[in-house]
């Protein structure tokens, strides 16, 4: 299989405090990547580290055969690595499709004289983004949604609306983080769906999740990460017998 | 009457049209020629507050120094147009050249304060609205640039073939003042902004700016090159500014550092908050209401003087002591402004949001 991401011996210290120490994962084109690990683990400063919010102390970072270490969080976006927040950052006060709308962002031109001058070319594209943004809006499940303020939707079509937004950059790799935290099983089974929903369509999925059930379910490869440490990686099946991780997860009295 | 007039978007434009064509002569006619001069500086005002919308409305940048454009503008104008250096270029060379030199200066001042966000951009902007002052106050030697604090004078007013708009003009037996003309000048311009203005709102620009001042990282995120729009949102409202500059200085004739202090960058800020931030009729109503209100409390004094025999309360005292009450009551009763934007509106007014939300979903429905 092809791979899309690679993470070579990633480290990020702040101050004394390694978050993360030589980690390396790859995640594979067309497969829904799994990335677990307690609380405090280094899962999202991993996410942090890849999209562009932290620089990394040392290691490499590469995207689709390219590095994108050092780049900023937009020019990654550029490339195709789109990325969801755990701590949802909506724009909450511009509507669910006005949301997807600035998505559209890198992927189309009209500057400044476009806008002003309105010509075709610039009207095309403007019509171009309502009809994506309206046609992502209904495909993660928002119809007739997409006049209510993003603020105003409740917590679970808040999470679809991101991953909308996300998408309307037209990723090749997803990052979604913690995306059905505070759901409940029902909206947890549909959100597992739409990830294989997705999938199909041609997105590669990297998640951070708690709920070990829905990872073992949808996810084809696991990493599991402990004090910014990768402590196994594998089929779902074996990570969850692994001696570590349960070592990890239950404490070291348990093991 | 209301619901009729807005089925009939034409007419309603026709009106207006009809109205601000006929607007100097009716306030010339009604209160005298020194009220068509207010007009013409209620329109420069204008033209500064929806520069000054851009950064502060669209992009969410706080910024105090904003009339250093507008000095910038009034300052190349004069360079170029005046007896200062002998050079009279005509207006249609100069005044773009002001507005693309703030521009370019918006860049370089909006450069340094990329990371920096409220309150700290606020400081720095006003610190580099006082430092364009400030220079201007003291380049008169070694090299005299800008004539130090005494000012440049006999600035070439615009002029059309052999129309000039500094002397009245005489048409089919009527005499047309000066400021008739350039509230003419002013209001071209100022249609011109304004929808330019408006397309850049709703544009994937002025989208763009919108998702920076909502959350600036997930801006990022969705791929937008924050600096870049952030750059672009200080260029663009310093344009309009040095635009306007270069009109203050034509009308006027003469400029002075005098006229580009921080209170007029506050004066411009009180404009756009006054009217509704982000929201294009809200700022031309701020900062008509801001211009003429001022103009219209000088008549306290004469009031005084006729029913009392003297000036008790000096009238410029009790403008500033009503100002600033309207600022308060405005924060207290309308937050938002008095005709807000729809995205600030739904920031202060939860309550009405949910109302006008409900609404929404209701139209979505059956749409």
């Not at chain 1, 996810?219 to 074996?238: F, M, P, Q, S, T």
Request: aromatic share 8%.
């Amino acid at each position: 299989m092809d791979e899309l991401l690679r993470v070579s011996g990633v480290t990020k210290r702040f101050g004394g405090l390694a978050a993360l120490d030589d980690v390396t994962l790859e995640v594979n084109a067309g497969e829904i990547y799994g990335l677990i690990g307690p609380n405090g683990a280094g899962k999202t400063t991993l996410f942090n580290c890849m999209t562009g919010l932290y620089s990394v102390t040392s290691g490499q970072v590469v995207f689709a055969g390219a590095p994108i270490q050092g780049l900023k969080p937009h020019e990654i976006v550029q490339l195709g690595f789109a990325r969801t927040f755990q701590n949802i950052r909506l724009f909450a006060n511009m509507t669910a499709k006005e949301n997807v709308m600035v998505g559209r962002h890198p992927r189309t031109r009209a500057g400044v004289l476009g806008a002003v001058l309105r010509c075709a070319r610039t009207r095309a594209e403007e019509a171009a983004i309502h009809d994506k943004a309206r046609a992502l809006i209904d495909y993660v499940g928002l119809k007739h949604k997409g006049r209510t303020l993003a603020g105003h939707l409740s917590y679970g079509d808040q999470r679809r609306l991101e991953i909308a937004r996300a998408l309307a950059t037209e990723p090749r790799l997803l990052a979604l983080d913690e995306p059905v935290a505070g759901m409940n099983p029902t909206e947890r089974r549909q959100m597992g769906e739409l990830f294989q929903k997705l999938r199909q369509g041609g997105v590669t999925l990297l998640l951070i999740e708690h709920d070990v059930k829905l990872v073992m379910g949808l996810c084809d490869r696991v990493a599991v990460l402990d004090y910014g440490r990768k402590i196994a990686e594998g089929a779902a099946e074996a990570v969850q017998r692994d001696h570590a991780v349960i070592t990890a997860y239950l404490g070291g009295e348990a093991a | 009457m209301l619901k009729s007039l807005r089925e009939h978007p034409r007419l309603v434009m026709a009106l207006l049209a009809l109205v601000l064509c006929a607007l100097p002569f009716l306030i010339g006619a009604g209160l005298g020629n020194s009220w068509v001069r207010v007009l013409d500086f209620a329109l420069l005002y204008v033209l500064l507050a929806l520069g000054l919308n851009i950064v502060v409305g669209y992009a969410g940048l706080l910024d105090l120094g904003y009339i250093a454009f507008y000095a910038l503008g009034a300052y190349l104008y004069a360079w170029l147009a005046s007896p200062h250096f002998g050079l009279h270029l005509p207006f249609w060379a100069v005044l773009p050249l002001g507005a693309a030199m703030a521009g370019v200066f918006g860049v370089l001042l909006g450069a340094p304060t990329l990371r920096l966000r409220g309150d700290y951009l606020a400081i720095v902007t006003l610190g580099f609205g006082e430092i364009i002052r400030i220079f201007m106050n003291n380049l008169n030697a070694p090299f005299n640039l800008t004539n130090g604090p005494q000012g440049m004078n006999l600035i070439d007013p615009v002029s059309v073939g052999a129309v000039s708009f500094g002397k009245p003009l005489e048409v089919a037996g009527m005499t047309l003042p000066s400021t008739y003309l350039n509230y003419y000048l002013f209001l071209a311009a100022t249609l011109l902004v304004i929808v330019v203005a408006m397309r850049l709102q709703d544009s994937r620009i002025g989208r763009a700016w919108a998702a920076l001042r909502e959350d600036e990282v997930a801006a990022a995120a969705m791929g937008i090159n924050t600096r870049n729009v952030k750059l672009l949102a200080f260029a663009m409202g310093a344009t309009f500014g040095g635009l306007a500059g270069g009109l203050f200085a034509a009308f006027q004739g003469f400029i002075s550092p005098e006229s580009f202090t921080l209170w007029e960058s506050i004066l411009v800020l009180c404009m756009i908050v006054l009217g509704g931030m982000g929201n294009i009729p809200g700022v031309i109503l701020g900062a008509v209401i801001l211009t003429v209100i001022p103009e219209a409390l000088r008549y306290i004094g004469d009031l005084q003087r006729a029913t009392l025999g003297h000036v008790v309360v000096d009238p410029s005292d009790l403008r500033m002591l009503l100002f600033g009450m309207a600022l308060v009551a405005m924060m207290l009763y309308r937050p938002a402004g008095l005709i807000p934007s729809r995205q600030r509106k739904r920031e202060f007014g939860a309550q009405d949001g949910v109302a006008e939300q409900e609404q929404a979903d209701l139209y979505d429905a059956r749409a």
